[in-house]
């Protein structure tokens, strides 16, 4: 972690962190009071772009469905598949839950952060005990991309966007690949809309 002066607040970002078992116990030995935030999204949805991700950079894996099962006769959903464990974020918060308190946790809405990405950030900045000094004002919806940019900073011409790997068309899956992946994802979103408090839409 980078030095930090009084008053400052110093964040570091690392998706991997909430699946990864160690983390937990070494972001606590190293400080209890730090702060936490999590940006999920639809499990379904997040399984498929990650292995949308990885077809970018390896085009001859297999099918999303044929990676999706242990059998697909039976519906057996293949787990130890990273982009299926992943999602799986209840599992993942009890190991937090071990060494922090969900008082010192926030949960971003990944799905909230495109259509309404001040609302969310507002919900930061108050966790963060910040001043609301980002609004809707700093945003604008970018068709080609699909998501909305930061506009132009201080000192800069160009507004800032995601990078060319956010935004990518996701391939056609079987109907009822996604269907099964629903039904085997609800138990554990609802146990999670029940730990965080917090219902996020994702089996309406």
Not at 75 to 96: F, N, P, R, V
Request: one cysteine or more; charged letters at 30%; glycine letters at 8%.
């Amino acid at each position: 972690m980078p030095r930090t002066l009084e008053g400052q607040i110093t964040m570091e970002k690392t998706p991997s962190y909430f699946v990864t078992r160690e983390a937990p116990a070494r972001i606590s030995a190293m400080s209890k009071d730090t702060k936490l935030i999590v940006v999920v999204r639809d499990p379904v949805t997040r399984a498929i772009s990650d292995y949308t991700q990885t077809l970018s950079k390896r085009p001859d894996i297999p099918t999303f469905e044929s990676l999706t099962f242990r059998n697909r006769t039976t519906g057996l959903i293949d787990t130890s598949w990273s982009a299926i464990q992943i999602g799986i974020y209840a599992k993942h918060l009890e190991h937090w839950l071990r060494h922090f308190p969900i008082g010192q946790m926030l949960f971003v809405s990944g799905e909230r952060l495109i259509r309404d990405p001040a609302g969310e950030l507002g919900r930061v900045q108050d966790f963060l005990g910040l001043k609301r000094v980002i609004t809707d004002k700093h945003f604008y919806f970018n068709k080609t991309k699909g998501f909305p940019c930061l506009k132009k900073a201080e000192g800069s011409s160009k507004p800032h966007c995601l990078g060319k790997t956010k935004g990518r068309t996701h391939p056609e899956i079987d109907r009822d690949v996604v269907r099964k992946l629903r039904e085997f994802y609800r138990p554990f979103n609802l146990k999670f809309y029940q730990m965080t408090g917090r219902d996020f839409g994702w089996d309406g």
